[in-house]
T-cell receptor
Framework: DTEVTQTPKHLVMGMTNKKSLKCEQH?????MYWYKQKAKKPPELMFV???????INESVPSRFSPECPNSSLLNLHLHALQPEDSALYLC???????????????FGPGTRLTVL | SQQGEEDPQALSIQEGENATMNCSYK?????LQWYRQNSGRGLVHLIL?????REKHSGRLRVTLDTSKKSSSLLITASRAADTASYFC????????FGTGTQLKVEL
């Protein structure tokens, strides 16, 4: 299975809501990532988990809270978001971190988030 | 921003023609990767070239890397309508940093 799955595909939420995005991979990858992508822009890294521990936090506002319950799952908890947080949220995984030919990232299809 | 720049921003060609996209990056990298993204979907890895390599081929794809100029190019030969997508270069140092992307349209 070389697939990264993400749920939900679409999410509409108000600024006072709490919601979660979910990501799953069964490739045995030990690194997982959250990216945010605005329309016609490249993905921007938010968080990196390596061996289930937070490795990189790109100064993301605390209204975004990542969680890695186990090596296959990655969640992104959302609370008190702003309309400017509306974007495509992409999850990815790779075998490991650091330079090397094994660091191809596999991306999920994304969750299209709209904050009203 | 550590983001790389891609050139051109948009490219429109006829099916069967070759498409060339260029990427420049700012920081030292361990490898450079190219990804493809169909509209509103996830990214698909195309090819990875290591910092000690100068050229790499995969099917209709040819990638070059010039670390002295901090630049890379992606050539798609004999393009097809199905190649229509956005293409991103991504340099890997301590993390993957994506370029601004090239929107390729291949017309029948």
């Amino acid at each position: 299975d070389t697939e990264v799955t993400q749920t939900p595909k679409h999410l509409v939420m108000g600024m006072t809501n709490k919601k979660s995005l979910k990501c799953e991979q069964h490739m045995g990858h030990r690194a997982m990532y959250w990216y945010k992508q605005k329309a016609k822009k490249p993905p921007e890294l938010m968080f990196v988990y390596s061996y289930e521990k937070l490795s990189i936090n790109e100064s993301v506002p605390s209204r975004f809270s990542p969680e890695c319950p186990n090596s296959s799952l990655l969640n992104l908890h959302l609370h008190a978001l702003q309309p400017e947080d509306s974007a495509l949220y992409l999850c990815a995984s790779s075998q490991g971190l650091g330079g090397g030919a094994y660091n191809e990232q596999f991306f999920g299809p994304g969750t299209r988030l709209t904050v009203l | 921003s550590q983001q790389g720049e891609e050139d051109p921003q948009a490219l429109s060609i006829q099916e069967g023609e070759n498409a060339t996209m260029n990427c420049s990056y700012k920081t030292s990298i361990n490898n450079l990767q190219w990804y493809r993204q169909n509209s509103g979907r996830g990214l698909v890895h195309l090819i990875l070239i290591r910092s000690n390599e100068r050229e790499k081929h995969s099917g209709r794809l040819r990638v070059t890397l010039d670390t002295s100029k901090k630049s890379s190019s992606l050539l798609i030969t004999a393009s097809r309508a199905a190649d229509t997508a956005s293409y991103f270069c991504a340099g890997e140092g301590n993390k993957l940093t994506f370029g601004t992307g090239t929107q390729l349209k291949v017309e029948l």
